[in-house]
């Protein structure tokens, strides 16, 4: 693997590309002081056409597939073979940071440039995807990218409508797809081998460790939740305090034991209390109802589920103590996603040897990785942020962190590609 090691200086200059690329896609947004660049926009189909145009230089050949996706493929030594599939999302959400997303494309492109370079050919094909939509900005669903390429865009998505009520296949027209062509952006499961995501962390976990890089072990799952505690209001004056059933007391006993106890079942899992609504809302009663919404999440689905049930019995037990009413509903559910053992192996071994050593850590936030694992492999690369700053202007990166980014994605792609992991 240390004859494919990109030295310093190469380096250096590919994270240079990087970041300067970083910009001139920043400088394509709906609004010139704020990065937003939604699904089927011009604007996103100026950034494929740019993107396109790096792909094309460092010798890949380029397309456009039928959801919007910007796609390039670097032969194998020999034609036909299958595919390592790189990628990220060149979507964001509004008023964005320039790296989340970009920053996994961009990285991609440079592995193939320092391969085409040298007029290096693997025994996998390198294929490259820019996704078209990961956040879900316009149209209010997700993976519509990455869904796209493993088949798996649900018969509703087309008649969806942004918030302007032009739906999906009327802004497809509208850039020139056809909604009617959906299908032809599936990709048969012997056509790719894995798939491999270069991120940053959007966390302080590589930063507090003094680290560059990190190897990603699990997107998150979650759930989410509408809870709803019921007491009595009451004049704040003239009920005593022990006879009170005060709804906004209890969900804040609750809240206190979530953030306790979740850090006791796993350190790796997380609870939030994102909303919280009292009625009637007046300082001079007392809250006879609070609605609270309840977010966890975790690397693995078990523990998940353990902590879920913990959580919601200390709740009955606090509203049956305090003489209330509890009740949750779950309005959102989506599964852990296990990255593959054999690319998580590959990618430390790539970071051990940039940096010295390699640190596992399960990933907090979504990404196309999510759809992808349901046909193929896939390993995710972290890349440290400034402050696990994300989703915001403030995003930011060292350019010595790309540098060394770049080093262990192409020390992975070669290992990986180069011994041929379509026989696994």
Sequence with gaps: MSGCLMNATEAAQAAARVMARCDALAEISETADKLTRVYLSPEHMRANTRVGEWMAAAGMQVWQDSVGNICGRYEAAAAGAPALLLGSHLDTVRNAGRYDGMLGVLTAIETVHYLHQRQLRLPLAIEIVGFGDEEGTRFGITLLGSRGITGSWPESWPTHPDGNSITVAEAMADVGLDAGNIAQAARQVSDIVAYLELHIEQGPCLEQQQL??????????????????????GHAGTVPMKHRKDALAAAAEWMVYIENTTPQHNPQLVATVGTLQCAPGAVNVIPGEVDLTLDIRGPEDQPLAVLLSDLLTQAEAIALRRGLTFSADEYYRIAATRCDEQLQSALSRAVTQVQGSSLSLPSGAGHDAIAIAERWPVGMLFVRCDRGISHHPAESV???????AVQAYLLAVHDIAGNGLGNR
């Design 212 to 233: 560059a890089l990190g190897v990603v072990t699990a997107i998150n799952g979650a759930r989410r939740l509408n809870c709803r505690f019921v007491g009595e209001a």
């Design 398 to 404: 060292l350019e010595s962190d790309v540098a060394k």
